[in-house]
């Protein structure tokens, strides 16, 4: 198992660039599918859920090259079954929902993992599918969806603004045959983007970005390809910003717009941090010898809200600042596993269903924790900046989720962070 060691107390200072939004790179790889011309996706960053975009994409027999930074694809026909281990590995499993309906008239979709967050059902991918005309079957383990000719469009609102849910509508939606009009849609930035993309390969979307989009369907498979450039990764960027509150100092994060996490600046702000928004970036700074201030009751929402992966590092911003905090997070039951990590560090803290509590004003002491999700990881790294002496995260492979090489960037920050390769496990002697 590898582990990420830090020795807490140092301030950070320097610039750092997000790499590409995870969440706009791998429903984009699957989109790929859904086109005549090849595709290059530009600067995608060596993450494991992309890895595993690779792997699953290569198992139904597309073709993907990686050419330095960039990914190439090249249409091939390809079978609609996905292996189990890699539906498994990750929630971005589902994103391959539709364009492999639509590119092999059947999909076989063992339920997805990813990180354990509750329950995390696909109803409205399903449901939505339906209503244009796909046969869905759902067995205990997977499900099993069909089409005889293309999809139909459709007038649908979503139960709820699900940001799978819209995206696989969204693709389904440009090769149906007809105009769709999907209302309650996720208004997500990512969400824009794979709108931006499907566009550029022949798709005629409007309104992405909006609840309503409206969407005027080819009839079949896009007629272009497309090269394009992903967004920033907004959660990234949050996350070099609740360093630097966490840890104190100065950091500019560059090219990343301040709107794609005004609520999680607007939260530094309030805390005390100084925060200089520029056009494309912004600076984050704070006086390591003057307390944050929390005392403050946080609830995630849907875009433009407090983003849900941003909960957990707000909650390490928060451990040590003055007053007592609540956080709510109104999209996943278990968002707060790294409350157990944070407790192990010696904060006072309490997570019970969607609510976290911390007392805040907490010292904190470094020690050994495990990494229960992606986000959570990240959040017991920060914890391990601000905390006493040495830190381990120990990662059973969430955090290389999302993150190329946290533990480089946050050292290139000044941070005194490296990852550690497993222990191998300790010689026995005889006699
Ligand atoms: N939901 C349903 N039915 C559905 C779909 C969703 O009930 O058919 C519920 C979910 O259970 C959840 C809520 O709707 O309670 C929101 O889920 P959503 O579909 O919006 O999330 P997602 O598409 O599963 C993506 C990101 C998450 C991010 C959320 C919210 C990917 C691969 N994942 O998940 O990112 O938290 O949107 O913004 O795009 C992460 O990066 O660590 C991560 C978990």
């Known amino acids: 198992m590898e582990r990420i060691e830090i020795t807490g107390g140092r301030t950070l200072a320097g610039r750092v660039r997000p790499a590409c939004a995870k969440n706009s790179v791998l429903p984009l790889l699957a989109a790929t599918l859904l086109c005549r011309e090849p595709c290059t996706l530009c600067g995608v960053p060596d993450l494991a859920d992309v890895q595993t975009s690779l792997q699953l994409l290569a198992s139904v027999g597309a073709a993907v090259e990686r050419r330095g930074p960039d990914l190439c694809t090249a249409p091939r026909p390809v079978r609609g079954l996905v292996p189990d281990p890699l539906a498994a590995a990750m929630r971005a499993s589902v994103f391959y929902l539709a364009p492999l309906l639509l590119r092999a008239g059947r999909v076989e979709l063992p339920l997805p993992g990813g990180c354990r967050l ?48 819209t995206l696989t509508l969204l693709m389904a939606a440009a090769c149906a045959r007809g105009f769709t009009t999907l209302r309650g849609a996720a208004c997500e ?63 500019t994060v560059e090219g990343c717009r301040p709107a794609y996490l005004g609520a999680f600046l607007q939260f530094l702000r309030r805390a005390g941090c100084r925060v200089e928004a520029g056009q494309d970036g912004f600076t984050v700074a704070r006086d390591p010898d003057r307390p944050l201030q929390g005392g403050v009751d946080l609830r995630t929402g849907a875009w433009p809200g407090f983003a849900t992966d941003t909960a957990p590092l707000a909650a390490a911003v928060l451990l040590g600042a003055e007053g007592a905090s609540r956080i709510h997070d109104a999209l996943f039951q278990n968002r707060f596993a790294c409350a157990a990590g944070f407790a192990a560090m010696g904060a006072r803290v309490r997570a019970r269903g969607r609510d976290l509590w911390l007392a805040g004003s907490d010292r904190l002491q470094g020690t050994l924790v495990t990494a229960p999700d992606l986000r959570g990881g990240a959040a017991l790294v920060i914890a391990g900046l601000f905390a006493e002496g040495s830190s381990t995260v120990l990662d059973p492979g969430h955090i290389r989720r999302g993150y190329a090489d946290l533990p480089g960037e946050l050292r290139q920050l000044g941070a005194a962070c490296r990852p550690a390769p497993a222990r191998a496990p300790k010689a026995v002697q005889y006699g």
């Open 189 to 251: 930035p990512e969400i824009a983007d794979v709108a931006a993309f499907l566009n550029a390969a022949g798709a005629r979307i409007a309104g992405a970005g909006t609840p309503v989009l409206t969407i005027r369907g080819v009839g079949g498979l896009l007629p272009g390809g497309a090269r394009h450039t992903p967004l920033p990764d907004r959660i990234a960027a949050a996350t070099y910003a609740a360093a630097v509150a966490a840890a104190g100092g100065q950091v």
């Open 118 to 165: 509750g329950p995390r059902p696909i109803d409205i991918h399903l449901d939505g599918l339906a209503a244009m005309g796909a046969t869905v079957r759902t067995l205990p383990d997977r499900v099993v969806v069909q089409r005889r000719g293309a999809l139909h469009a459709v007038d649908y609102t979503l139960r709820l603004p699900s940001v799978g849910a």
